[in-house]
């Protein structure tokens, strides 16, 4: 007979077995899902810390993009917290070993330089630059393992040659950015364009029709609220815009196109998202009244004040600067002239020839630098440029002194509900044109005007500039202001690079009998301070990842 | 019931009743189909689960590559294509990057064109399937304007397969914000219409290829074209 006792005991074994067996079975299946999930939670933690970088990383490049929106030459007035240390290359400029390090002021007349390691703690590795946002234990001199550390390279604009326009040499402000969490091996480098469409980038608005005559040969875009038309046929190197339709068309060069609302060419709507409407720019001039009166700006605003003359110029030291008269009186009507029409024609503190025993009387008000900000505000019509103060040089030449841009400015004139004029009153030229990043930009709240009597003997006159006329147009001012005869020289010639916005059509061809309205090439990648923008932001043009560049340490 | 008797029972030698031995035959049949089916289920998840995983690891990295490329998308500067996404409908998305950053030949330091397909390969339980592949084409002259691509393919890549999708339940999705910051879907779009400003991604695999219990790995992403 079996012993059952021994049985059960040989049982109890096998159970122990089967027990064992069944426990290692399922422990292999427990283990194989740990690793998956472990191999699954590394992939994620791996992706997780990717796109945490590439995230903190493009943070930067916004914040960057976002600064340049407010001050479009923060490239050349800072070095950036996140950038390495600048040295300066520019062979125009006497800045030889000029260096700039991270968050500090740069030397604005250098727009070529090379980058160097920075390591103040000298502990033999570069320093990158933790924003505090992204600092995650709360030390910027500890890179912890959860921080995002950032280092950036800026590349200024490269502008077009105006004497080439077919060649496309141009190129906008461009930021590389390299990003970094902790000491991990995943760094992500992205590199960008950050373009703000402003309406300085036209050669030419208009809210209305607008035709252009004889000989226009175009180097910029051109848009027209209404209809557009070319008689006779000319040419255009850019693209050309009308809300209406395009009449006759010009010779479109270098892959220029024709956008128009009447679905006889492109779509305008593919390229201008809404029509352009003059009225929606006064907030935009609000903002340049706001930081010119509160920001840190000129805010010329005094209640007795009935004009103001602003003259740039470069002084001994070779700075820019601005010269600001003041003027109190109030001219009354004089023949045809009205009083508003008076200051088209006697902005100067001359005898013009014209009517006798009458100028502005200004007297000195201030002498400035450029404001950071680079607004300025008047509460009165306003005269751009002296042609006989103390200070001043003629560049062109023509016996007069010019108004000479050596910093970027915009200045804008009167308000919506007060508005004023601005009269241009010498020839205006950007300093070391087309070289240069500083640009002008003149805003009136009313219209732009030419005083006639800046033409000078070389019968040439000169405007860098980028202007608006908000409320109507721009004209050269005649013996009865508006109308009557002529007063700029015979075959006088009207030389523009910049751009032209008006309300209205202009009144100008009465006065020139040549008239070359070229784009400046520079203000497709420039724009003068807070000067209006199409859609009220930037964009980015060529944003790329990027293979890490060689001075990242792996 | 005591010890004791219990123990008589246990020398009792008159063996079983058919009764209790079908009761225990029953009882041992219960629990065995049990236990078999959990452990066939338990087999049929493990399985499943690391058919998944398996997707999941073939399927990232793929995802990223697709959602790096789409992001930094350009525009090659003609009328018919001035949108980073030239073409896009439910099984197909066309864009342009340089695939080569680093290049240094004038084809490569170019725009590519980019064009990811869904290709029809078998129907599964009446499911269609699919290869998502990838194709670029190399443009035939980089120094001339507007661009303008070869017609074959320089290089076809199976991304992925067994790659669900329909019209209704598309790959690809275009996006974009209206005037009033709406968001408004693109089904399809082509050339100068292809303003959209996101794409959105609904990629489905089945790793099992089973009719029975189909079970789909899932996975959605928008990416915002940074130069749209």
């Known amino acids: 007979m079996v012993d059952l006792r021994t049985v059960r005991k040989e049982e109890r074994g096998a159970a122990l077995i089967t027990v064992i ?41 916004e914040r960057y993009a976002a600064k340049v929106t407010l001050d479009p ?19 125009a400029v006497d800045m030889t070993g000029y260096t700039g390090l991270p968050a500090s002021a740069w030397n604005s007349e250098c727009d070529d330089w090379s980058y160097v390691d920075v390591d103040l703690d000298a502990d033999g590795n570069p ?7 992204l600092d995650a234990n709360g030390d910027p001199a500890d890179l912890g393992t959860d921080d995002i550390a950032i280092l950036m390279e800026v590349t200024p604009p490269q502008f077009d040659d105006p004497a080439t326009p077919a060649v496309d040499e141009g190129a906008p402000l461009n930021v590389a950015v390299v990003g970094r969490m902790g000491d991990r091996i995943n760094q992500r480098s992205i590199s960008a364009s950050i373009v703000a469409t402003s309406l300085s980038e036209f050669v030419r608005v208009t809210e209305l029709n607008l035709t252009y005559g004889s000989g226009a040969n175009l180097t910029g875009k051109v848009y027209s609220g209404g209809n557009l038309d070319f008689v006779p046929v000319g040419t255009t190197t850019a693209d050309i815009f009308a809300e209406g339709s395009i009449l006759r068309e010009p010779t479109l060069l270098n892959n220029a196109r024709a956008f128009d609302g009447a679905g006889e060419h492109n779509d305008i709507r593919s390229e201008i998202e809404i029509p352009l409407n003059f009225s929606n720019f006064w907030d935009d001039l609000n903002v340049i009244q706001a930081a010119a009166c509160g920001g840190g700006g000129i805010c010329l605003d005094d209640a007795d ?50 009517i006798a025993d009458f100028n502005a009387l ?77 640009t002008i930009g003149l805003i009136a709240s009313d219209e732009i005007v030419i005083n006639p009597f800046a033409t000078g003997g070389d019968r040439h006159f000169q405007l860098q500039a980028a202007i608006l006329g908000q409320t109507d147009r721009w004209l050269v001012a005649r013996d009865c202001g508006l109308g009557g005869s002529r007063l700029t020289p015979n075959n006088s ?35 003068p301070p807070l000067y209006p923008l199409l859609d009220g932001n930037w964009r980015y043009e060529n944003w790329s990842e990027n293979p890490l560049p060689g001075w990242v340490n792996p | 019931m005591s010890i004791r008797r219990l123990q008589r029972i246990w020398r009792a030698e008159e063996g079983l009743t058919l009764t209790e031995l079908l009761v225990v035959s029953l009882v041992t049949s219960i629990v065995g189909v049990i236990l078999l089916g959990m452990m066939g289920s338990l087999f049929n998840n493990v399985g499943f689960q690391f058919a998944l995983g398996d997707t999941q690891s073939e399927v990232r990295p793929e995802l990223r590559s697709m959602i790096v490329r789409i992001r930094q998308a350009q525009a090659v500067g003609n009328t018919a294509a001035d949108d980073p996404v030239s073409a896009l409908s439910w099984d197909r998305l066309v864009i342009h990057i340089d695939t080569t950053p680093s290049a240094t030949t004038a084809v490569e330091q170019e725009l590519e064109k980019v064009e990811y397909q869904l290709v029809p390969t078998i129907i599964n339980g009446g499911i269609q399937m699919y290869q998502l592949e990838r194709r670029i084409y190399d443009p035939l002259n980089p120094t001339v304007r507007p661009l303008n691509y070869a017609a074959a393919p320089s290089e076809t890549t199976v991304m992925l397969d067994n790659v669900i999708a329909s019209a209704a339940q598309p790959l690809f999705t275009g996006a974009y914000f209206d005037a009033a910051g709406v968001e408004q879907s693109v089904a399809s779009c082509a050339g100068i219409n292809c303003d959209i400003t996101q794409v959105e991604i609904f990629l489905q695999v089945d790793p099992s290829l089973t009719t029975d219990n189909p079970r789909i790995y899932e996975i959605e992403e928008e990416v915002r074209l940074r130069n749209g």
């Open chain 1, 21 to 61: 067996g069944a426990l290692l079975l399922v422990g292999t299946f427990v283990l194989l899902l740990s690793q998956l999930s472990l191999n699954e939670q590394r992939q994620s933690d791996f992706q997780e810390r990717e796109d945490s970088t590439i995230a903190g990383t493009e943070a930067l490049l």
């Open chain 1, 362 to 438: 200004w007297t000195p008000y201030g002498d400035y630098e450029y404001p950071r900000n680079g607004a300025v505000w008047t509460n009165a019509h306003t005269t751009i440029g002296a042609r006989n103060q103390p200070e001043g040089t003629d560049i062109s030449g023509d016996g007069l002194d010019d108004a000479v841009i050596k910093g970027s400015v915009t200045i804008y004139a009167g308000t919506q509900a007060a508005p004023k004029n601005v009269i241009i009153n010498a020839d205006t030229r950007i300093w070391n044109w087309p070289d240069s990043q500083f």
């Open chain 1, 73 to 91: 030459l923060y490239y050349v007035h800072y070095v950036d917290e996140a950038e390495r240390q600048r040295v300066c290359n520019d062979p």
């Open chain 1, 127 to 133: 320093d990158w630059y933790e924003h505090p946002l």
């Open chain 1, 305 to 354: 004040a009935t004009g103001w003359l602003i003259h740039p110029y470069e002084d001994g030291l070779g700075e820019g600067r601005l010269s600001v008269y003041k003027a109190t009186f109030s001219p009354s009507s004089q023949g045809c002239v009205n009083s508003e029409e008076w200051w088209y024609l006697n902005s100067e503190a001359e005898f013009t020839g014209q």
């Open chain 1, 493 to 527: 010639t009207l030389d523009v690079f910049g751009s032209i916005a008006t309300k209205s059509t202009g009144s100008i061809s009465g006065s020139f009998t040549t008239r070359n309205y070229n784009f400046d090439p520079r203000l497709e990648y420039l724009r």
